[in-house]
């Protein structure tokens, strides 16, 4: 047991650098021009505007000296600046890391407990009408991609039925509770 263990963490700095090369190759391959986010449409025009720019961000430099840049900066913890945002990412990160933690701790009590009361509900009614829904119910949540089910449960229950809030964290009009850990939820109850 202890040496898969080991020998999995060896490989995971390859894992990462494969990741992290895949990820770079991507980034360079689509055609998007990352020159019209940094200057917009104008700055293009201007060739002193380019040329900066293109300095700023290593965009100047051979492909493979990108890479290197990439990685070193990347095993410094330098991710860079969003160019949304114009934040770094890692304060980007930082700050949508609670409502990450706080959607997938939601969904796995809803998946689970789903799974388990579909489970135990299949299980005492072998080949009876509620063990082929609860088979076709499985089916389909296993089969469907989770950003289509999402948009679908989205577009049903908030745009046609009104259910449930809509997209984010919070509505619109409502006051966020007070920062105490990040999780809307926790600092709601504390």
């Known amino acids: ?92 990160l930082t700050d949508r890391f609670p409502a990450t933690i706080e959607l997938t701790l939601t969904a796995m009590l809803i998946g689970v407990s789903g799974g388990l009361g579909l489970g135990v509900i299949a299980a005492r009614r072998q080949n009876k009408a509620a063990d082929h829904v609860a088979r076709f119910f499985a089916l389909v949540g296993s089969s469907l991609p989770v950003f289509w089910a999402g948009l679908v449960l989205l577009f049903i229950l908030y745009a046609r ?14 006051i966020p509770p007070v920062h105490y850990t990040g999780l809307y939820t926790v600092d709601a109850l504390i």
Not at 164 to 174: F, I
């Open 161 to 174: 039925l009104s259910w449930l809030p809509g997209p984010g964290r919070l509505d619109s009009r409502t």
């Open 1 to 92: 047991m202890w040496s898969y263990i080991a020998r999995r963490v060896a490989v995971m700095p390859l894992l990462l650098l494969g990741v992290v090369t895949a990820a770079f190759i991507i980034s360079r391959t689509i055609p998007a021009n990352p020159l019209v986010t940094l200057v917009g449409e104008r700055g293009l025009g201007n060739p002193e505007v380019v040329k900066a720019a293109k300095a700023r961000w290593g965009l100047d430099k051979a492909v493979p000296e990108q890479y290197v840049l990439y990685v070193r900066n990347l095993a410094r913890g330098d991710m860079g600046v969003s160019f949304h945002t114009r934040n770094t990412v890692r304060k980007d």
